[in-house]
């Protein structure tokens, strides 16, 4: 078999695969009584937590905020699917979410590390000054000196930075497929 045989093999595998993966998750979509529970439950899979990211493009803008803690409490640890995390809490619309990550974030905090903190910045920072600074302040008044060395690294980082590149960072959403689209075929 010559080489490009063998990746033109390959590249058929890979699009049957692509072609079946699309098919199931549209039966899921279609299909699943509480896709909501399975992918809530998956999100804390680390093997399964890629598939359940990439479906929440597919649930409804109630469903993703029902995931909020979920989703922070995955945001503030690292780990190979953060930027994903990110990524669909910041699709949520701005006030609703300035409105309510902050007592998903304390569920998070009541036993954080310095990880926790420097974790949670990382995502404040894109969401809004004002949530920023006030974290920042109870990093600084932990106990713990790594945490305090944290709110002092992000207190630095807004004084060097142009107010306007810190402020309430829009993020456009990187979600634009809809799968509702898939129920009008």
Known sequence: MSLVSQDLTLWQQLVEQAHA???ANQAFFQNCQDRLAIIKKALHHPTQRKVALDFCC???LEERQSLLDD???L???GHSDIEQVRQIILSLPQNWLL?????SANQVLEKATDEEYRRLLELYVKIHISI???LIKQALSSDDLDICEVGQDFDDYLKK???DE???IKIKPTITEDYRLLENK
């Open 21 to 23: 993966y699309q098919q």
């Open 58 to 60: 597919y649930l409804t």
């Open 71 to 73: 989703l922070v409490a």
């Open 75 to 77: 945001a503030s640890v």
């Open 99 to 103: 409105n309510n990550i902050e007592n």
């Open 132 to 134: 920023t600074r006030k």
């Open 161 to 163: 930075t142009p107010n």
């Open 166 to 168: 810190h402020r309430s």
